[in-house]
């Protein structure tokens, strides 16, 4: 157990609907990171939050945002959705997301989520 | 390019090692990754190695990093059936992870 958590562990929606992820980071962690994991794309990173601030934004397309709250969860909003944004979710946490051994990132068990 | 790149699979047998290979593309990276995906899981961090390091050893576990080649390794002494799973290889660019395609480990009893 990695310590971060992550829910619904399965979610199935319709295209065009919009959905939330929702992230617990490890204690004491300060930064949270997104990343999609899909047959064809392999895992692409997504977004960093670090405290509430965005840090480092990847290959998230327009329709997604995330957050991170004052008591340091996150969340993913994906909206519009179509077929190809079915894959896995996942949510990791670092210490400080500065550099350095405490970037080292425990992932969550992820969101796996079916658009049909 | 701009890949990690690792081979797909391997297979190998109960009790023989295991050798999980890795390039990577930054020389600038500071740290590199192995994580482990068994079916229907996330991602476990397995070990990590810090670029000025040649070589880390955690019980049955042995990276070796070239940074010449910008070349990692995963060595994997005694590998059992729960050994099976998929083995990722991540170079960290900034503090984003880029990961490889993953290695799929089969180890046949």
């Known amino acids: 157990d990695s310590g971060v958590t992550q829910t619904p562990k399965h979610l199935i929606t319709a295209t065009g609907q919009r959905v939330t992820l929702r992230c617990s980071p490890r204690?004491?962690?300060?930064?949270v990171y997104w990343y999609q994991q899909s047959l064809d794309q392999g895992l692409q990173f997504l977004i960093q939050?670090?405290?509430?601030?965005?840090?480092a934004k990847g290959n998230i397309l327009e329709r997604f945002s995330a957050q991170q709250f004052p008591d340091l969860h996150s969340e993913l909003n994906l909206s519009s959705l179509e077929l190809g944004d079915s894959a896995l979710y996942f949510c990791?946490?670092?210490?400080?997301?500065?550099?350095?051994?405490?970037?080292?990132?425990?992932f969550g068990p992820g969101t796996r989520l079916l658009v049909l | 390019g701009e890949d990690v790149e690792q081979s797909l699979f391997l297979s190998v047998r109960e009790g023989d090692s295991s050798v999980i290979n890795c390039t990577y593309t930054?020389?600038?990276?500071?740290?590199l990754y192995w994580y482990k995906q068994e079916p229907g899981a996330g991602l476990q961090l397995l070990t990590y190695i810090f670029s000025n390091m040649d070589m880390k050893q955690d019980q049955r576990l042995t990276v070796l990093l070239n940074k010449k080649d910008k070349h990692l390794s995963l060595r994997i002494a005694d590998t059992q059936t729960g050994d099976s799973a998929i083995y990722f290889c991540a170079e960290m660019r900034n503090t984003p992870l880029v990961f490889g395609k993953g290695t799929r480990l089969s180890v046949i009893a």
């Open positions: 204690s004491g962690d300060l930064s």
């Open positions: 939050y670090y405290n509430g601030e965005e840090r």
């Open positions: 930054d020389s600038s990276s500071t740290y």
């Open positions: 990791a946490s670092s210490g400080l997301g500065t550099g350095g051994y405490q970037e080292t990132q425990y």
